[in-house]
């Protein structure tokens, strides 16, 4: 993308390619979305037969590129100043081979009373198809939720994709929902918030769609986890702020059954992470995870500090600082952070150096404020101050961006 300042751009071009086919992809429907009062339609248009297509911006402020292949959707973000823009898309079908569940995190707590546990539920798909298909269709990732769930909110992140709202839809069995979202080459994660009713003892019997690299329960250290008899979960002991246990290599047919009794809640991300950051140096190993950009990393330590691909390890800097993922709603891109005197201080400070890092860390923090919101853990007032300053932290990045991207084009790839 190339931009100019924060000047009214009067159109976009842009090229779109099949990454399947490694050709330009004709005859896509191309859309630009305005973010503003809800998702609007501003301009549409098809790529030609090179894949090339123009847009007119009729207004300033953040837009959206939305472009349609074999039924699937792929966005890209369009700030104010936006000239051109690539999109990748990929060949779809039901159900493609390389897709797996690489993990299932559960963040479990309960309300100040007591009387209803509160659940955020993150799922991460790999999709290593080879030639790289998007797989989608109506059951494109299917789940369970536990006995009388509530479903409070819910969004989807593609790779290197901005978060957006993604409504499950129930299959007719209980509990038993799925997500109607591409899921595209690379990582794909979704987060559904939920509530359950509580009396002090609750049994999860969690069901897995597709075998399961990791799945983790976090809970407050007031609360008791027992497993049942035929499970096999094993505590992380790292964690100083909340409890952890996790269950490898799982199956569908595997029994994951286990009972949280207790009340308590989980300490506020901000405290939780700069607990898991101590000790973290500057210049080493550490320091390059902070430029990582793939969903789950950065902002902490390496994924995968000792390159042995431990699937444990790659999801334990993302529990332990009990972050959150990110959500872009309707009305428009949404940004946590937690209460301060200066918002716009803390928001600058939450974000690591570099343009990269930076989308990364912001990308990290946008599916928790809804939930936040959801649990009556912001008020309204900072929830809208927090959008508004963190916003511009966004556009920022999103801007500085692309001379990075330029210079490193200008000088090849380093061996």
Do not use: C
Not at 129 to 150: C, I, R, Y
């Amino acid at each position: 993308m190339a931009f100019t300042g924060l000047a009214l751009a009067e159109s976009i071009t842009g090229t779109v390619t099949n990454k399947t086919t490694n050709k330009p992809a004709a005859g896509d429907d191309v859309v630009l979305i305005r973010l503003a009062q809800g998702m609007q339609e501003a301009s549409r248009t098809k790529t030609d037969s090179h894949g090339r297509f123009t847009l007119d911006v009729p207004d300033a402020g953040m837009h959206l590129v939305r472009v349609t292949h074999d039924k699937a959707a792929y966005f890209r973000p369009a700030p104010p100043g936006t000239e051109s823009v690539e999109v990748d898309v990929y060949n779809a079908a039901e159900k493609v081979a390389g897709v797996t569940a690489e993990a299932d995190v559960m963040r479990v707590q309960t309300d100040e009373s007591g009387k209803r546990l509160n659940i955020v539920e993150n799922f991460f798909i790999k999709n290593a198809s080879d030639p790289p298909k998007t797989q989608f269709s109506p059951k494109s990732f299917e789940f369970f939720l536990p006995d009388g769930a509530v479903i409070e909110g819910s969004a989807a992140l593609a790779p290197g994709s901005m978060p957006v709202k993604a409504s499950p839809m129930p299959l007719g069995d209980p509990n038993h929902y799925a997500f109607v979202f591409p899921i595209r080459p690379g990582e794909t994660r979704f987060q559904v918030t939920y509530h359950l009713p509580y009396s002090g003892s609750f049994k999860f019997t969690p069901r897995m769609t597709m075998p399961t690299d990791t799945v983790a329960i976090m809970m407050p250290k007031s609360m008791t986890f027992t497993a049942g008899p035929s499970t096999d979960y094993s505590p992380v002991t790292e964690e100083m702020t909340a409890q952890t246990y996790v269950a490898r290599s799982v199956a569908p047919s595997q029994q994951l059954d286990f009972t949280l009794s207790g009340s308590g809640q989980l300490p506020r991300d901000t405290q939780a992470a700069a607990t898991s950051g101590q000790g973290q140096t500057t210049g080493g190993p550490e320091s390059s995870a902070a430029a990582d950009t793939r969903p789950g990393g950065g902002l902490g330590n390496p994924i995968d500090p000792t390159g042995n691909d431990d699937p444990w390890a790659k999801y334990k800097w993302w529990i332990l600082g009990a972050l959150g993922l990110a959500m872009a709603a309707g009305g428009g891109i949404m940004l946590k952070g937690t209460p301060a005197k200066s918002t716009s201080a803390r928001a600058t400070a939450t974000v690591p150096p570099g343009p990269n890092a930076a989308l990364a860390a912001l990308k990290e923090e946008l599916f928790s404020l809804e939930a936040d919101k959801l649990q009556g853990r912001v008020t309204d007032a900072e929830y809208a101050e927090q959008k508004a300053a963190l916003e511009v932290v966004l556009r920022r990045a999103l801007q500085r961006s692309e001379p990075a991207a330029e210079a490193s084009n200008m000088t090849g790839p380093v061996a």
